[in-house]
């Protein structure tokens, strides 16, 4: 099983920005680049919404349309690690992120929008706040 740890929360004012880093940490990390990776939120009372995914290589990225633009997924394979750039933030992106592996290796593509069902493995996750 692997393990994913994210870093880079915390508080930011309205239109400021933030990067969030997720780890992976395993036994064998040989097959990381062959996982499509995602990062997801979760707000006071809400249910666990996808923000942003990316394809094992890199080449394809998703973004739920109330973060693109503003939003940029990226992974580092040689490092284990994926990224999200977020710029321009807004209080309404006031959440806990986290970070999450698909369940299918090299999957080529998602019937729609990335689900949280489609992803197995689950970071702790890092809360982010926007103030107004």
């Known amino acids: 099983q692997v393990q994913l740890v994210e870093s880079g929360g915390g508080l930011v004012q309205a239109g400021g920005s933030l990067r969030l880093s997720c780890a992976a940490f395993?036994?064998?990390?040989?097959?990381?680049?062959?996982?499509?990776m995602g990062w997801f939120r979760q707000a006071p009372g809400k249910e666990r919404e996808f923000v942003a995914a990316i394809s094992g290589t890199g080449s394809t990225t998703y973004y739920t349309n109330s973060v693109r633009g503003r939003f940029t997924i990226s992974r580092d394979n040689a490092k284990n690690t994926v990224f999200l750039q977020m710029n321009s933030l807004k209080p309404e992106d006031t959440a806990v992120y986290y970070c999450?592996?698909?369940?299918?290796?090299?999957?080529?593509?998602?019937?729609?929008?990335?689900?949280?069902?489609?992803?197995?493995?689950w970071g702790q996750g890092t809360q982010v706040t926007v103030s107004s």
């Open positions: 395993r036994r064998t990390l040989s097959t990381f680049p062959i996982y499509s």
């Open positions: 999450a592996r698909d369940k299918i290796p090299l999957r080529q593509d998602y019937s729609g929008s990335p689900l949280t069902g489609d992803f197995g493995s």
